[in-house]
């Protein structure tokens, strides 16, 4: 009996290449998916550096402005030492003003005010109005400013009064915590008070 040969077509199968290695190609694979993805922790590192710098840069903001608060915080001493010394330098430029006004209008008397209202001075005067048949009529004028004592809130307060001819011109106060006190300031507030009542009372006379 004769061997007959048998063809067997088998599915096309494209080559590899002479280099492929199964093994060494699934190696790789594992080891991309293990390898970290170095611009996204990089990116988040940067993140949480910036991060941490704002914080840090906030608490040295906060501690600054407590140290300067504390610095603006004045004691009891000090407040009472500046108030003191605040009070004594208007008492006389309101004394000055106050004899130079009293001076241009001849009847006018100054006296020093001194007690528990304040310290500072006051001009006053007393003219009469000869009524035809009512008699007589006294007529009160005076300007009078003082600096209040230190209380419990340290502030320097200026009090103001003026009355022309029994009239009431102005009641009124200028006062600064005593940490923001610009002394210059009270002492162009008296000029303003004087000349305001000089001009008043010199219309009121005519």
């Not at 077509?9 to 080891?31: C, E, I, N, T």
């Not at 293990?34 to 940067?46: Q, T, Y």
């Not at 809130?153 to 022309?164: C, Q």
């Not at 001009?199 to 009121?204: L, N």
Request: glycine content about 6%.
């Amino acid at each position: 009996m004769c061997a007959r040969s048998i063809a067997v077509r088998l599915p096309f199968v494209p080559p590899l290449g002479p280099q492929f290695d199964p093994l060494r190609a699934l190696r790789r694979l594992r080891k991309i998916e293990k390898e970290p993805n170095l611009d996204c922790e990089r990116g988040v590192m940067d993140f949480q550096d910036r991060l941490e710098r704002a914080i840090k840069r906030g608490n040295r903001t906060a501690e600054a402005r407590v140290q300067a608060e504390v610095q603006k915080t004045m004691s009891a001493e000090e407040q009472k030492s500046l108030h003191s010394r605040s009070r004594l330098e208007l008492s006389d430029h309101i004394e000055s003003c106050l004899k130079m006004l009293a001076d241009r209008f001849p009847g006018f008397d100054y006296g020093s005010i001194l007690n528990e209202d304040g310290w500072g001075g006051r001009i006053t005067r007393d003219d009469i109005r000869l009524q035809r048949g009512t008699g007589s009529q006294t007529l009160y004028s005076r300007l009078e400013m003082t600096v209040r004592p230190l209380g419990s809130v340290p502030i320097v307060e200026l009090v103001g009064k003026a009355t022309i001819r029994n009239k009431e011109i102005f009641s009124r106060n200028h006062y600064q915590r005593l940490e923001e006190l610009d002394i210059e300031s009270f002492r162009e507030m008296i000029d303003l008070w004087v000349l305001e009542f000089a001009e008043q009372f010199a219309a009121a006379a005519k």
